[in-house]
């Protein structure tokens, strides 16, 4: 039997990810580095939390890059610094990485098994969580691209 369940899930979220992508190559470099808008800050805080979720061990270490700079994930504290553009595609490809893993280690048979952090919620629920987490900061990013006059990045 194909794993039927995990083809619709990959089908939803892979292109959730190709949008986040997007965000970053689509923002001008002045607005990546306006710490008014925290476009950036956006990208990195979706980013953080598929790192978080995307876990397959209780115990795995969840470390939050800093770049090496007064930078932090959370929306109301704020950084005197920014991750450059090249940076943060390098972490959303690394989470990109972990997602798959993720992924590819689901069937149809597992994917309503309780994920390895929460015994209440289900590897399901991870994957549909970050899809409505991450579309949630891409519409807010469309809306910062959109009030600049520039164009959102398009519906994938």
Sequence with gaps: MSDQMVAVLRRQFEPTLEMLKQLIEACPDDLWREAKSKYWKQVFHATTSMKFWFRQQKDEAFIIPDFGRDITEALDEDCSDYPTKEEMTIYVDEITEMAQAFLDNLTDDNV?????????????????????????????????LNTHHLEAVKWV
């Excluded at 390895?116 to 519409?139: P, S, W, Y």
């Design 112 to 144: 309503l098994e309780p994920c390895a952090l929460f015994e209440e919620i289900t590897k399901t629920d991870v994957i549909l969580m970050q899809i409505r987490h991450v579309q949630h900061h891409i519409g807010y990013c469309n809306s910062i």
